[in-house]
């Protein structure tokens, strides 16, 4: 799965370059950074098939997004 955000400050300031971590139970599970028009792929394929209690944030987020 991936999260795909854009990202834009108020100000208008450019936050291109800017490293992000995606965490789940404060580890991070992704990272990336930002490119130049603010948008920013985070690809957590890696930890979709994860059981237990690991997986539940993930879980939610995918709720969320649909």
Do not use: C, W, Y
Request: charged share 20%; glycine share 10%; proline share 3%.
């Amino acid at each position: 799965m991936s999260i795909n955000l854009t990202l834009q400050l108020a100000s208008g300031q450019s936050l291109q370059g800017a490293p992000l971590e995606l965490l789940s139970n404060g580890v991070a599970i992704a990272r990336a950074q930002v490119a130049a028009d603010g948008k920013v792929t985070f690809d957590t394929s890696a930890h979709e098939g994860q059981t237990g209690r690991e997986s539940r944030p993930l879980d939610s987020a995918k709720r969320l997004i649909r």
